[in-house]
């Protein structure tokens, strides 16, 4: 997967992208990421990319020239290297923007299986000229029902989500499977998590998880992940596919567990 980052604060990203897995990520090559000025794609001497809103009021507003001269540059001269298996798959050209499609994981799940590429488009200011996202953007997604100074936070975390989901970036391929929302576990959240030592404070840890049963381990993990999704974000529960035994655990806990 290539990332490019399309912002008018290209320092933001400095150090971000330089830790754990995405370090790594990158590092091997599973992904690269280059961040480009703004700035840089305008024709006048003073680098301007916003200007005044028709119709009046407060605020400026991202001006469209710059932001299609950048998309059309990086389409038009950079394609990545297309690899067995990728023939299929698409560039998106994302906005980040609080009024697009609030981002989740299934979200994240389908841009790493469709994508190839992704460019991200970070807003300032009041937005950025509608006309960009009529003619441009293929994909707008927010990060959550609230209101950011610019794009670049939404950016980093759709990077972020979207890169440890490709293949071979986590240690194991198995590691996003009991992932809280992940498709596997029914998009519930994930199981408690408990290491050394195994009395804290006079807090035990669950005598199963210490036993080694490998099957009575992933029993209880399961329960309580359920348990847990119905204490915090019961509505999961209501589109998560359960066998009947997870149903009759569901059922048979009284309020006094919740
Ligand atoms: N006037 C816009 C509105 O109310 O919809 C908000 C503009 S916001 C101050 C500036 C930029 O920050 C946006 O263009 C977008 O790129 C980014 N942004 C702010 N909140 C966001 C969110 N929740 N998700 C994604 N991007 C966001």
């Not at 989500?161 to 519930?188: I, K, M, Q, Y």
């Not at 992940?225 to 569901?250: S, V």
Request: hydrophobic share 40%.
């Amino acid at each position: 997967m290539r990332f490019d980052l399309l912002t008018i604060f290209p320092e933001f990203f400095a150090g971000p992208f330089e830790h754990g897995i995405i370090r790594r990520a990158r590092q091997q090559n599973r992904i690269e990421i280059h961040v480009h000025d703004l700035r840089s794609f305008t024709d006048d001497k003073h680098h301007v990319v916003d200007d005044r809103p028709f119709g009046g009021g407060d605020g400026m507003v991202l001006k469209p020239e710059p932001i299609f001269r950048a998309v059309e540059t990086l389409l038009a001269v950079e394609q990545p290297e297309t690899l067995p298996g990728d023939e299929q798959k698409r560039t998106a050209i994302v906005l980040m923007s609080p009024q697009g499609r609030v981002f989740c994981q299934a979200e994240a799940e389908r841009l790493a299986n469709e994508c190839s590429r992704m460019i991200l488009l970070c807003g300032r200011y009041e937005g950025i000229d509608e006309r960009v996202i009529e003619h441009l953007v293929t994909d707008e997604i927010s990060i959550g029902d609230y209101v950011l100074t610019g794009g670049e936070i939404p950016a980093m975390a759709v990077v972020d989500a979207v890169t440890r989901l490709l293949p071979n970036v986590l240690g194991s391929e198995t590691s996003a499977v009991h992932d809280s929302f992940s498709a596997e576990t029914g998009g519930v959240l994930d199981y408690p998590h408990y290491t050394r030592p195994a009395d804290f404070r006079g807090w035990q840890v669950p005598e199963v998880l210490i036993g080694g049963h490998h099957a009575e381990v992933a029993k209880w993990r399961r329960r309580a992940a359920l348990l847990k999704t119905r204490k915090r974000r019961p509505e999961l529960l209501a589109n998560a596919e359960l066998t009947e035994q997870e149903r009759h655990w569901l059922a048979e806990i009284g309020k006094e567990d919740l």
